[in-house]
């Protein structure tokens, strides 16, 4: 994979700086505590990985988030080609199962013990079946691997080297 995106081993809770750097990405401050796990050659971050509890309390069923400006404005075009109903058709049906149900296994693992309040549900992007966010897809195969949605959108980007 010829992307600028390198798997990281982070370190616990994020640096005031990479708070910030997350926060402008975003375009606010993250609401929920997050790692990050990709970063780009000039090391900012290009992928989260969010608790699954939000500091509120509320369920965050989005454990990795692509958050790298570039990447996330080029899989925004792939979906407005149509990438989500083309990738979930390009993709062997058993393996995306596979993947949905890695998904929330690792994240509900997670869950602190003793939790009793509203949990999040779901696979990727927080859906059990097909591709509702090819986003959420590549964060996770970027940040685990073995993602076969998010290997077609690297597939596809690769092959478009315009964007």
Not at 23 to 34: E, M, Q, S
Not at 73 to 102: F, K, P, T, Y
Not at 114 to 135: E, I, Q, S, Y
Request: hydrophobic fraction near 40%; glycine fraction near 12%.
């Amino acid at each position: 994979m010829n992307m600028d995106a390198v798997r990281v081993s982070p370190t616990g809770l994020p640096s005031a700086e990479e708070i910030d750097q997350v926060a402008a990405l975003l375009g606010r401050r993250p609401a929920v505590y997050f790692e990050v796990v990709v970063v780009d050659g000039g090391g900012d971050p290009v992928v989260i990985r969010n608790r699954p509890i939000m500091n509120d309390g509320r369920p965050m069923p989005t454990r990795y988030w692509l958050v790298g400006r570039d990447l996330s404005r080029r899989v925004a075009r792939l979906e407005g080609e149509g990438g989500v109903r083309i990738a979930e058709a390009s993709v062997d049906g058993g393996e995306l199962a596979a993947a949905h149900e890695r998904y929330a296994a690792e994240r509900d693992a997670q869950i602190p013990e003793g939790h009793f309040g509203p949990r999040p549900a779901g696979g990727v992007g927080g859906t059990n079946m097909g591709v509702k966010c090819l986003h959420a897809h590549l964060a996770h195969h970027l940040a685990v691997g073995n993602d076969p949605v998010g290997a077609w959108v690297v597939e596809q980007l690769e092959a478009d080297r315009s964007a």
